[in-house]
């Protein structure tokens, strides 16, 4: 398995930007689909985006789409959710995943996972 680390979560205005970075060791980083999901208190773990191997693909979930942005940085071994124009129901522990198949929004296809970091946003 691989070895996550997320950080770049905090507190932030609604309106406001957040960059969250995970860095992966373990494994070669360039064979894994990765993906990000959050959690609220007391609701499930969700799908927010997910990028393919070589960034070729990227899924977003409706509630994210045009605000955040997934990338790779395969050489760094890390993977980056850019969070634009936050809104106080994006509140969550973020978490970065990492699957060894074709990329999905499918939680049962991660395997690896990181603690997470918590994003709250103000209103």
């Known amino acids: 398995q691989v070895q996550l680390v997320e950080s770049g979560g905090g507190l932030v205005q609604a309106g406001g930007s957040l960059r969250l970075s995970c860095a992966a060791s373990?494994?070669?980083?360039?064979?894994?689909?990765m993906g990000w999901f959050r959690q609220a208190p007391g609701k499930e773990r969700d799908f927010v985006s997910a990028?393919?191997?070589?960034?070729?693909?990227?899924y977003y979930a409706d509630s994210v789409k045009g605000r955040f942005t997934i990338s790779r940085d395969n050489a760094k071994n890390t993977v980056y959710l850019q969070m634009n124009s936050l809104k106080p129901e994006d509140t969550a522990v973020y978490h970065c995943a990492a699957s060894g198949n074709h990329i999905s929004r499918s939680i049962d296809r991660f395997g690896s996972w990181g603690q997470g970091t918590q994003v709250t946003v103000s209103s």
């Open positions: 373990g494994r070669t980083f360039s064979n894994y689909a």
């Open positions: 990028i393919s191997w070589n960034s070729g693909v990227t």
